[in-house]
């Protein structure tokens, strides 16, 4: 389990709830519902990391803090 900030939240252009994790660039899913999304965003963020030590990129360290606030 990761400890980065997710956004979850509905697109009504995408008829979908979409999960973003910022601390790690272009990492995002969607899904019907939010359990969805979070699940999806979970995968996405597996793969987001395997992908940087792949090509020996950084991996962020979380910063275990709101990173925005509304």
């Given at each position: 389990?990761?400890?980065?900030?997710?956004i979850?939240?509905?697109?009504?252009?995408?008829?979908?709830?979409?999960?973003?994790?910022p601390e790690?660039?272009?990492c995002?899913?969607?899904?019907?519902?939010?359990?969805?999304?979070?699940?999806?965003?979970?995968?996405?963020m597996?793969?987001w990391?395997d992908?940087?030590?792949?090509?020996?990129?950084?991996?962020p360290?979380?910063?275990?803090?709101?990173?925005?606030?509304a």
């Open positions: 389990m990761y400890k980065y900030e997710i979850l939240y509905w697109s009504n252009e995408d008829a979908a709830f979409i999960a973003e994790v790690l660039p272009g995002m899913a969607h899904g019907d519902t939010q359990a969805d999304a979070l699940e999806s965003v979970n995968e996405a597996d793969l990391i992908t940087a030590r792949e090509f020996g990129d950084a991996i360290q979380p910063k275990g803090e709101r990173l925005l606030y």
